[in-house]
């Protein structure tokens, strides 16, 4: 995946994204931001945030920033949650996941929903969600993941050399991602139509925290590297 190709596939994706991607995968956005714990006062990121399709599911009384790399999805964003009317949506700005522009320990929870295999580096991703969320904070990725079945394993291996005009990768494999981030989540789940798509669950350290921790509680580290 190259930024420039997932760039120029959302753009051609915004105007009809909440119609492809809307209603279908709508319960995974919910039953994410279900499980986020929402306190009064909390901020929360999500990283991915596209057309704001998710922003009305949040809790009033939570503050919430959303990223994207993709202006043209930003621009419907806003102008379906303008400030005026929705004061709790602090702010929409555009940003790569991979090189996220707030300080350490900024953010009550973060979410990344359909995001991890449309991202070039999800390890950086994943990195700089953890780098930014506070001590002890929930870290959730919502994604589609190769499937175990024969059969739709073969269309997503034929659509594969497709990523970057899809913008995602159809064959994004669970295992390879958890081994990249050297992370162990809390929970895995299913959702969305066919169970298709998981709710992953994550939690930083409370301790040190720079990165995701694995079970031998080592943080990544390394070089750089809907869906």
Do not use: C
């Not at 291996?157 to 669970?174: E, I, Q």
């Amino acid at each position: 995946m190259e930024l420039a190709r997932v760039k120029s596939a959302y753009r051609r994706y915004a105007p009809i994204y909440n119609f492809i991607f809307g209603r279908i995968v709508n319960e995974g956005r919910r039953r994410a931001i279900d499980v986020l714990p929402q306190r009064p006062g909390d901020h929360i990121l999500e990283v991915g945030v596209g057309t704001g399709i998710s922003l009305g599911f949040y809790d009033k009384h939570v503050d919430v920033t959303g990223i994207d790399v993709s202006p043209e999805m930003l621009e419907r964003a806003r102008k379906r949650y303008p400030k005026s009317r929705y004061p709790n949506i602090r702010e929409l700005i555009e940003m790569d996941a991979q090189d996220l522009k707030f300080p350490d320990n900024t953010f009550d929870g973060v979410m990344a929903m359909y995001v991890a295999s449309v991202v070039p580096d999800p390890k950086e991703m994943m990195r700089e969600m953890f780098r930014v969320s506070k001590p002890g904070a929930p870290i959730l990725v919502v994604n589609h993941f190769a499937s175990s079945r024969k059969a739709l394993r073969m269309v997503e291996d034929r659509f594969a050399p497709l990523s970057n005009r899809l913008g995602f990768r159809p064959d994004f494999s669970m295992e390879k991602f958890l081994e990249t981030i050297d992370a162990t989540p809390e929970s895995i789940s299913s959702v969305n139509i066919g169970g298709y798509w998981k709710l992953v669950v994550f939690r930083k350290p409370g301790s040190n925290g720079q990165g995701p921790s694995g079970s031998n509680g080592k943080a990544v580290t390394g070089t750089n590297g809907h869906a």
